[in-house]
């Protein structure tokens, strides 16, 4: 028994290893993660924190999102409380103003964010909508706000997308959410491949991309393992990874949630997929991880802090005492 316990640890030492090299994890590697002995969680964490350290050193980036239009979605998508399908109870309201979103970006300075995003309901900008976000952005740059401005406005055209980086938009948001396979299972008034378009779209117009997906949708192993694997093909720069918190009034509504040590693995498994790439720790992170939340920043190195789009967060103030506690350093300004 021990010589098998010390081939363990041996051999997750070599899928991290193997992490670093050109070619990355095979399939089966990040597949092994998921399907491992519960025995095995602290040493997968481990050696996932080895390839977040030595990328990300001890920093825990916060990024602060502003809901800027809520509701009235015209999209089937199953999970979200905003979309066409829903009968959430959510706040819903219009556009907000630049003055609101310039006043966001403030208080996420204030705050310690390296990242401020704004996302907006809907399945593609008008131009309205583009024009609010260019002079919000530019309002920002202007006053010297030291954050990255991330946007996120649905299926942008080549066009609106241009407009966006020139007025001091930094950053993209576009999930994929789900796999090419599965997909089709939370949405069909839009495709799989929409979304991979925009992202390359906004990739061509010189955004950096922030680009992840949802796990516990009711997906297979396979493609959480493939999620992970299209996102680093696509080279995204930000892997936000939500934990479906199933709402009520959704189509999904009765999904089973996901357990926290299933979560942890997955969240350690994007790590070892994409072992340079910022992995956040987002949406469902405390209903689905609990007590074992901390454990989460040992393989992600951000975290999205202040609540989410419709649903609160754990609150500001005690994301702070976890990550100091653990004795990371909260909202590091990046280079």
Request: charged share 25%; with cysteine.
């Amino acid at each position: 028994m021990q010589d098998n316990a010390e081939t363990a640890r041996r051999n997750w030492s070599a899928v991290a290893d193997k992490a670093l090299i050109k070619t990355g994890l095979t399939r089966e590697d990040a597949l092994a993660v998921l399907r491992a002995d519960e025995s095995d969680l602290l040493e997968i964490i481990a050696v996932a924190y080895r390839l977040r350290q030595e990328a990300f050193g001890r920093r825990v980036s916060l990024h602060v999102i502003q809901n800027a239009r809520s509701g009235t979605c015209s999209e089937n998508c199953g999970f979200c409380s905003q979309s066409a399908v829903s009968h959430a109870d959510i706040d819903r309201y219009p556009l907000r103003s630049a003055d609101e979103l310039v006043a966001g970006a403030r208080q996420a300075v204030g705050m310690g964010a390296v990242k401020y995003g704004i996302v907006t309901s809907g399945r593609a900008p008008t131009g309205d909508m583009v024009e609010t976000m260019c002079e919000a952005a530019r309002r920002m740059r202007a006053e010297g706000l030291k954050l990255s401005i991330c946007v996120s406005l649905g299926l942008a055209t080549d066009e609106q997308l241009r407009r966006l980086a020139e007025s001091g938009v930094s950053r993209y948001h576009h999930n994929l959410e789900t796999t090419r396979h599965y997909f089709p299972h939370v949405c069909n008034t839009h495709s799989y491949d929409d979304r991979v378009a925009t992202v390359r779209k906004a990739k061509d117009a010189g955004l950096e991309i922030c680009c992840g997906g949802i796990i516990g949708l009711g997906e297979t192993f396979e493609d959480r393992v493939d999620l992970a694997l299209a996102l680093r093909e696509l080279g995204v720069d930000s892997i936000p990874v939500n934990f479906f918190n199933p709402r009520p009034g959704t189509p999904l509504e009765s999904t089973p949630p996901l357990t926290a040590l299933e979560a942890l693995r997955a969240l350690a498994m994007f790590r070892l997929v994409n072992p340079r790439t910022d992995i956040c720790a987002a949406g469902g992170r405390e209903i689905c991880l609990g007590a074992l939340q901390p454990l989460a920043l040992f393989a992600a190195n951000s975290i999205f802090t202040g609540g989410y789009l419709t649903t609160p967060g754990q609150g500001y103030a005690r994301d702070l005492e976890t990550i100091r506690a653990l004795g990371f350093e909260a909202g590091c300004i990046e280079d």
